[in-house]
């Protein structure tokens, strides 16, 4: 009989939807989570019926459903980070932030409010909530398209990134990365792709440290659930005990085998494959 030979790998928790296509959402977060050896727990706070070619519907869960969920969790794992992805109503967001306030550990907050197509997917008071969840984050990732909601201002440069970042961090957030797929002007022009990392530092005249992060840009329109396996892998490092910088570094790296090599499956764009975002 084979001896009973456990591991013990440390936990992170995404609180995000359900993707029934499995691209993006609790599904991408929870491959990305498993390929960098962290155990993923989850809360979901919607489901959704989509696939490649789209969003048919979407149906958020009772705000007292999703705090239950994450008492669950919270009362039997030791949670080393946690991520949030898509929390599609004002009460939810609320909910949430609630929940993860006395939590001691790493918070990444991805701010799903702007689909691909530039479409807002949350209503004003939805978005209005988020303020005080970034407060709270040690790391907030959106898009450019996120930033410029959350800040009031358009961000289309990394230049405009990068002032996006320092608000963010002005309104509390530890650390905001700023991602660069829907942005031009990097050294490599439309070729690159440029995400910006704010961080707040006690030391410096500024407050702040910048960084930037050029990738290759792959000529693929299948980067479904990039985003969420993005947020994802940076929590999964945050849990193994990796620094913001870090892990946001290796992170972004990765992306870019996970685009090339993203799943060409159904008839819409593909998804991007997390799997390999664990790979040093």
């Known amino acids: 009989m084979p001896e009973y030979d456990p591991v013990d790998p440390p936990v992170a928790l995404t609180v995000a939807g359900s993707d029934s296509g499995g691209g993006a959402g609790i599904q991408a977060d929870l491959t990305a989570m498993t390929a960098h050896g962290v155990f993923g727990a989850s809360v979901v706070t919607a489901t959704t019926a989509q696939n490649t070619r ?38 939810i967001v609320e909910t949430v932030t609630e929940a993860v306030a006395d939590a001691d550990v790493p918070l990444v907050v991805d701010p799903v409010m702007v689909a691909a197509t530039g479409d807002r997917l949350l209503s004003p008071a939805a978005e209005a909530a988020y303020e005080d969840l970034v407060a709270a984050a040690t790391l907030v990732t959106p898009n450019a398209d996120e930033a410029a909601v959350l800040t009031g201002d358009p961000v289309e440069t ?9 608000e963010l961090v002005a309104l509390g957030a530890d650390a905001a990365l700023v991602k660069g797929g829907h942005l031009t002007g990097g050294d490599g022009g439309d070729d690159t792709v440029v995400d910006t990392l704010v961080r707040a530092e006690e030391e410096g005249e500024s407050g702040v440290a910048v960084d930037r992060f050029e990738t290759p840009r792959v000529d693929t329109a299948a980067t479904h659930g990039s985003g969420c396996a993005l947020s994802s892998a940076i929590a999964a490092r945050l849990a193994r005990g990796e620094s913001v910088r870090e892990a946001v570094e290796a992170a972004v790296e990765g992306m870019t085998e996970a ?8 008839e819409g764009p593909g998804a991007v494959n997390p799997t390999v975002l664990g790979a040093e």
């Open 54 to 91: 789209g969003v048919a519907d979407v149906n958020p869960l009772p705000a007292d459903h999703v705090a239950s969920q994450y008492a669950a969790v919270a009362d039997d794992f030791d949670v080393r980070a946690v991520k949030t992805g898509m929390l599609a109503t004002a009460g």
């Open 158 to 166: 990394p230049a405009d990134a990068a002032a996006a970042g320092r």
């Open 259 to 266: 685009v090339r090599r993203g799943y060409d499956v159904g």
